[in-house]
T-cell receptor
Framework: GENVEQHPSTLSVQEGDSAVIKCTYS??????FPWYKQELGKGPQLIID?????GEKKDQRIAVTLNKTAKHFSLHITETQPEDSAVYFC?????????????FGSGTQLTVLP | DVKVTQSSRYLVKRTGEKVFLECVQD?????MFWYRQDPGLGLRLIYF???????EKGDIPEGYSVSREKKERFSLILESASTNQTSMYLC??????????FGEGSRLTVL
């Protein structure tokens, strides 16, 4: 089955700096890669996703890049703000859009220092 | 606003007790899920339901069962709770090819 590895497990950045979280996956058939943000005391929420026919996707301060050859994808957050502090999960699926097939990474605790 | 509601945010149970975790969604979603969240392990799928009375085992179903008698409600059952089931449990729902919506979680402690 699919295996998703996520690094780093914890990340601290100064407010205004950029943050990068990286994930690798094992199943070359995976074609859908979402990212979830979990704020303290809440459930995870989808913040951005990318499909295998696209190399990069941006939404305001967040972007995701995908390297299919190397089987890794990354989340980039620019101009970080205190409200970006949360746990971030990457995931991969071989069935585009099917939540049943999602395999999650282990999570990254991002702390934005004021 | 979409909503997945988990009935209990915090539970403390004794080893051997039967535990029910309830989840209700108001989005008329076909699919419902139960995940377990542990530090360093991410989210692991326990059970999945794609229709009323239909269920499918996830990656870690041992020690758990589920019930889906109505479309909006999905229950996770621990027949005989054990200390290694102390965890955060997350319910989620989605349309067949749609986004996952999570509840706020139920933190279970088994003593």
């Amino acid at each position: 089955g699919e295996n998703v590895e996520q690094h780093p497990s914890t990340l601290s950045v100064q407010e205004g700096d950029s943050a990068v979280i990286k994930c690798t996956y094992s199943d070359s058939a995976s074609n859908y890669f979402p990212w979830y943000k979990q704020e303290l005391g809440k459930g995870p929420q989808l913040i951005i996703d990318i499909r295998s026919n696209v190399g990069e996707k941006k939404d305001q301060r967040i972007a995701v890049t995908l390297n299919k050859t190397a089987k890794h994808f990354s989340l980039h957050i620019t101009e970080t703000q205190p409200e970006d502090s949360a746990v971030y999960f990457c995931a991969a699926s071989r069935s585009s859009g099917s939540a049943r097939q999602l395999t999650f990474g282990s999570g990254t605790q991002l702390t934005v220092l004021p | 606003d979409v909503k997945v509601t988990q009935s209990s945010r915090y539970l403390v149970k004794r080893t051997g007790e039967k535990v029910f975790l309830e989840c209700v969604q108001d989005m008329d979603h076909e699919n419902m899920f139960w995940y377990r969240q542990d530090p360093g392990l991410g989210l692991r799928l326990i059970y999945f339901s794609y229709d009323v009375k239909m269920k499918e085992k996830g990656d870690i179903p041992e020690g758990y069962s589920v019930s889906r008698e109505k479309k909006e409600r999905f229950s996770l059952i621990l027949e005989s709770a054990s200390t290694n089931q102390t965890s955060m449990y997350l319910c989620a729902s989605s349309q067949p090819a749609g986004e996952l919506f999570f509840g706020e979680g139920s933190r279970l402690t088994v003593l």
